[in-house]
T-cell receptor, first 111, second 114 residues
Framework: EDKVVQSPLSLVVHEGDTVTLNCSYEVTNFRSLLWYKQEKKAPTFLFML????IEKKSGRLSSILDKKELFSILNITATQTGDSAVYLC???????????FGTGTRLKVLA | NAGVTQTPKFQVLKTGQSMTLQCAQDMNHNSMYWYRQDPGMGLRLIYY???????DKGEVPNGYNVSRLNKREFSLRLESAAPSQTSVYFC?????????????FGEGSWLTVV
């Protein structure tokens, strides 16, 4: 059965810290992996990764995929209170239209 | 710039009542989805529709039915609501293709079954 596991489940840091969120997966025939940020309502898109070893970057956020070891990490540097959210990872198996989500990591950034 | 619109935003039902959650997207996407989100469980797929005229079960389809009314609309029906269906429901859509596309979410529908 296809599975996506995120760790840690929750994390509390102080402003300015750097955090690393993990997403590991077991799917038959991987196609893509996506990261989302969810504050109060709908998840919003951060990154999509399809190729191993190529870093995607947007401001203080970056992500990389390792298709050999079947995981991805999301890094946030110089965290701010506005980064407080649940971060969700989703994987799309090849040959399907399904997006399989992990349980998410709840990040709280203290001022 | 509406994107994905779902209604109602909040609903309280009594056990055994029925209701339909409506969803519409204006992005000309082929694929649409219904997820539920419960504390500690992440987003779980209820049903999805890869294209107009097709629907498939996801991870947790029991107690739900769906209708892909046309390319824009995808509704979720609870025939006989149960307290276990208390949840936040998200509709989503994506443009089908390779190597995979971003999925866009509606704002969510908070459903309480008492």
């Amino acid at each position: 059965e296809d599975k996506v596991v995120q760790s840690p489940l929750s994390l509390v840091v102080h402003e300015g810290d750097t955090v690393t969120l993990n997403c590991s997966y077991e799917v038959t025939n991987f196609r893509s992996l996506l990261w989302y940020k969810q504050e109060k309502k709908a998840p919003t898109f951060l990154f999509m990764l399809t190729s191993s070893g190529i870093e995607k970057k947007s401001g203080r956020l970056s992500s990389i995929l390792d298709k050999k070891e079947l995981f991805s990490i999301l890094n946030i540097t110089a965290t701010q209170t506005g980064d407080s959210a649940v971060y969700l990872c989703a994987v799309v198996p090849s040959g399907t239209y399904k997006y399989i989500f992990g349980t998410g990591t709840r990040l709280k950034v203290l001022a | 710039n509406a994107g994905v619109t779902q209604t109602p935003k909040f609903q309280v039902l009594k056990t055994g009542q029925s209701m339909t959650l409506q969803c519409a997207q204006d992005m000309n996407h082929n694929s649409m989805y219904w997820y539920r989100q419960d504390p500690g469980m992440g987003l779980r797929l209820i049903y999805y529709s890869a294209s107009e005229g097709t629907t498939d079960k996801g991870e947790v389809p029991n107690g739900y039915n769906v209708s892909r009314l046309n390319k824009r609309e995808f509704s979720l029906r609870l025939e006989s609501a149960a307290p276990s269906q208390t949840s936040v429901y998200f509709c989503a859509s994506s443009r089908t293709g390779t190597p995979g596309n971003t999925i866009y979410f509606g704002e969510g529908s908070w459903l309480t079954v008492v």
